[in-house]
């Protein structure tokens, strides 16, 4: 079983809503990753976690926080988003974050902020 | 960091022709190299990988080929179909953690 469930698929918000972004694997995977993809563009990397442990940021602005409750789930805080936020926001894992470790995308929540 | 490159951006071909993506990466160091086909509205998915100690890897219509030397790798699909139309994603990485996507060519197969 190769899934990595994403919640909510379709998410709608004001700049001044909280919300949060939620990712659940059942594949014994140490590494997980949120990447944002913007339309006709690959995906970016923004955080990943090892191990539970934050182990990079891209630089990602603070509105955004991530969270790694234990080594199934990831969240992804939202605050203060701007509308150039909108985008596909993908959640994934792999076994770790070593190398070459098959790494398998979630279906995605596609976030609108008005 | 890295840097991956792809060609071209966009690929039409007849049902029934192949189809070449052509990537190449800048650090020497990278030794993982997978394909990724996104499907309008859906995520990103594995249909290929190859690491650094082989040449080549098929799977059915699908092989990836890759130069070591000239930094450069490749997808060849075979017998073109309908379905095979979609965005295709090249990556590079040393750790996944870097891992670097290329820009994407979006495939389309005519019947």
């Known amino acids: 079983d190769t899934e990595v469930t994403q919640t909510p698929k379709h998410l709608v918000m004001g700049m001044t809503n909280k919300k949060s972004l939620k990712c659940e694997q059942h594949?014994?995977?140490?590494?997980m990753y949120w990447y944002k993809q913007k339309a006709k563009k690959p995906p970016e990397l923004m955080f990943v976690y090892s191990y539970e442990k934050l182990s990079i940021n891209e630089s990602v602005p603070s509105r955004f926080s991530p969270e790694c409750p234990n080594s199934s789930l990831l969240n992804l805080h939202l605050h203060a988003l701007q509308p150039e936020d909108s985008a596909l926001y993908l959640c994934a894992s792999s076994q770790d974050d070593w190398k070459g470790n098959t790494i398998y995308f979630g279906e995605g929540s596609w976030l609108t902020v008005v | 960091g890295e840097n991956v490159e792809q060609h071209p951006s966009t690929l039409s071909v007849q049902e029934g022709d192949s189809a070449v993506i052509k990537c190449t990466y800048s650090?020497?160091?990278?030794?993982?190299f997978p394909w990724y086909k996104q499907e309008l509205g859906k995520r990103p998915q594995l249909i290929i990988d190859i690491r650094s100690n082989v040449g080549e890897k098929k799977d059915q219509r699908i092989a990836v080929t890759l130069n070591k030397t000239a930094k450069h790798f490749s997808l060849h699909i075979t017998e073109t179909q309908p379905e095979d139309s979609a965005v295709y994603f090249c990556a590079a990485s040393i750790w996944n953690n870097d891992m670097r996507f290329g820009a994407g060519t979006r495939l389309t197969v005519k019947p």
């Open positions: 650090d020497s160091a990278s030794n993982y």
């Open positions: 594949m014994g995977h140490r590494a």
